[in-house]
């Protein structure tokens, strides 16, 4: 967190570069877990443009929330991230899914809604237990002589919340995106990046978001793709579970629509054929997310299910009633924000 250098002087001059260095990079994360604070902010943080990144996610809630679990079920598809959250056990079943998806998607809301220099913002705490996790998992297979999480699971990871909303706006609702919104997007997640503990030169927001979206296209095509065509039994489980745990929170979730979803914005296509009731899940929300991109009438739909999806936040963190019937109260029990030792 102590280098002064600027972010575009570390990062490779080329997205062929930094595509290489993702590709081969076996550095890792430190596994010493150390708070940050607005100290720590880096000094080529835009905070105009890190505001406008943020606005866009509230503004546009819906189209990032799939894009986002999308991403985030892609990415469930790399070996070396399969190999930790296997290690970690906090997604082996669909109640430890739910509680694990649970914190992150009210920890990254968090992130987006919140000023973070206000005195009374969660954003850092929000932050720091992003980090804490990290560290801990990275201490505890470090102690059993295991590697901890790479540089480069991180930057895929990464991905998971940025590369649909960069690459397929159009399939996501978000095709009426302005460059200076996408711009904002991207330094948001530079910045954010940066303060989770993800070197800057593996850090996939680059200096425009142009450049962010080629990198994510690459990193969709040769290494997503790849694996997502020969799917292990680890990503299947893994990705069921992660879906069939969000459904206690949104319940027009359907698992194999959600996955037909994904490998079709990943550019490739979903092998298991579709029933008649995840066919027509699948088109609701592909028409859903099209209304989005249409002129005053996506400014309606978007409105509306803003609110929509900031009440299920609200439930998740406050009444998560579904999960407590299904899971039994106790069991569906978590913490967003843990005491951190």
Not at 63 to 69: E, F, K, S
Not at 196 to 208: E, F, H, K, V, Y
Not at 253 to 259: K, P, R, V
Request: aromatic letters at 14%; one cysteine or more.
């Amino acid at each position: 967190m102590d280098d002064k250098r600027h972010i575009d002087d570390v990062q490779t001059s080329t997205v062929a570069e930094h595509m290489k260095l993702i590709m081969e990079d076996r550095s890792t994360i430190d596994p010493e877990y150390v708070p940050v604070t607005p100290d720590d902010l880096p000094h080529w943080m835009d905070k105009r443009l890190f505001k406008i990144g943020q606005k866009y996610y509230m503004k546009n809630m819906l189209g990032v929330a799939v894009a986002n679990m999308t991403g985030l079920l892609a990415i469930l598809c790399v070996p070396d991230i399969i190999e930790v959250l296997e290690y970690t056990k906090k997604s082996e079943t669909v109640c430890l899914s739910f509680k694990r998806y649970a914190e992150t998607v009210l920890l990254i809301y968090e992130l987006f809604k919140s000023d973070m220099l206000h005195p009374k913002s969660k954003w850092f705490k929000a932050l720091n237990v992003i980090r804490w996790k990290h560290a801990s998992a990275s201490k505890r297979r470090v102690k059993q002589s295991l590697n901890a999480i790479y540089q480069k699971d991180m930057s895929i990871t990464q991905f998971g919340f940025m590369g649909f909303v960069l690459v397929c706006p159009e399939k996501t609702g978000l095709a009426l995106t302005t460059l200076e919104e996408r711009e904002g997007f991207n330094h948001f997640w530079r910045v954010t990046a940066h303060l989770l503990g993800i070197s800057d030169r593996m850090n996939i927001a680059r200096r425009t978001a142009a450049e962010t979206t080629e990198l994510c296209r690459r990193i969709g095509d040769e290494i997503l793709v790849k694996y997502m065509d020969k799917p292990s039994p680890g990503f299947i489980k893994l990705g069921r579970n992660a879906i069939d745990g969000l459904w206690y929170n949104d319940m027009s979730l359907d698992t194999d629509a959600f996955f037909a979803l994904t490998y079709d914005l990943a550019g490739s296509k979903y092998q298991k054929p579709l029933g008649w009731y995840s066919y027509c899940n699948m088109k609701q929300r592909e028409w859903l997310l099209y209304f989005c991109n249409i002129p005053y009438i996506g400014a309606v739909v978007r409105v509306g299910f803003n609110y929509t999806l900031m009440f299920l936040y609200w439930v998740l963190e406050n009444y998560p009633v579904v999960a407590w019937i299904g899971f039994g109260k106790k069991n569906a029990q978590f913490c967003a924000y843990p005491t951190i030792k």
